[in-house]
């Protein structure tokens, strides 16, 4: 193989991976867009996590929490109240009949939209206690 086309090989080759990191990166997304989707699917879980306890603080007391530190004190129900990311508590509000939960996402959800569906910024989901599902 001559010199010139062993350079020419080798620029190919190079620009093959080059264009394979480039595809990756955006179909896939930056490894720091990745973190922040973890994230935001961690928020979520938290929050699922939080309206089933806070049901079976409902079954147990038959009324909701004032706060969300009142749950931490109730034997069982120890949940995550704050933010993995910024350490912030999650916000809770009673309201008549349901509780509100609030958190802030960096972005849309990977999964389709559904009860738990979310933008960038602060999203509240707003749910009725059931009795039923402790």
């Known amino acids: 193989m001559t010199p010139g086309l062993q350079r020419s090989f080798a620029f190919l080759a190079a620009a093959a991976v080059l264009a ?58 120890d949940t995550a109240t704050t933010d993995p990311q910024t350490l912030e508590p999650y916000e809770y509000r009673r309201l008549e009949g349901q509780f509100e939960l609030c958190a802030r996402f960096a972005g849309e959800p990977a999964e389709p939209p559904g009860f738990w569906a979310h933008g960038a910024g602060r999203a509240c989901f707003v749910m009725t206690p059931d009795r039923t599902k402790p």
């Open 20 to 77: 394979a990191v480039v595809i990756a990166l955006l179909w896939l997304g930056s490894p720091a867009q990745e973190r922040l989707s973890r994230l935001d699917a961690r928020r979520i879980s938290d929050l699922q996590n939080l309206a089933r306890t806070i049901n079976v603080f409902w079954t147990r007391h038959t009324r909701l929490p004032e706060t969300l530190q009142e749950l931490i004190g109730d034997p069982g129900l």
